[in-house]
């Protein structure tokens, strides 16, 4: 089972960027897929979801929206578009697959995790 995380950079505020997180290695429509940040000296927190059996999705206020998650089931790839950044989005990003048909916010309910991608957005 792997998750690869890509897509992340630098960028100004304001501006966008799309990650990527392709799956291998199980099922895609069994499971739900989240991204999650982590931010230097806090918790990682869960932003976005997506159950790519329906493409039923969540959003955290914080990025309400300006993020936009998708799934391509064919590439077995979940994308998230960020638009409109800001110097607070700078963080990791993670993408982590959940067994399950749910939508899940929590970090210990995930049952894989890719390597992170980093997004720094400059003032």
């Known amino acids: 089972v792997q998750l690869q995380a890509s897509g992340g950079g630098l960028v100004q505020n304001g501006g966008s960027l799309r990650l990527s997180c392709v799956a291998s290695g199980f099922s895609f429509d069994d499971y739900a897929i989240g991204w999650f940040r982590q931010a230097p000296g806090k918790a990682r927190a869960g932003i976005s979801c997506?159950?790519?059996?329906?493409?039923?999705?969540y959003y955290a206020d914080s990025v309400k929206g300006r993020f936009t998650i998708s799934s391509d089931n064919a590439k077995n790839t979940v994308y998230l578009q960020m638009n409109s950044l800001k110097p607070e989005d700078t963080a990791v990003y993670y993408c982590a697959a959940a067994y399950g048909l749910g939508i899940y916010t929590v970090a210990r309910v995930y049952d894989y995790w890719g390597q992170g991608t980093q997004v720094t957005v400059s003032s």
């Open positions: 997506i159950r790519p059996i329906d493409s039923s999705t």
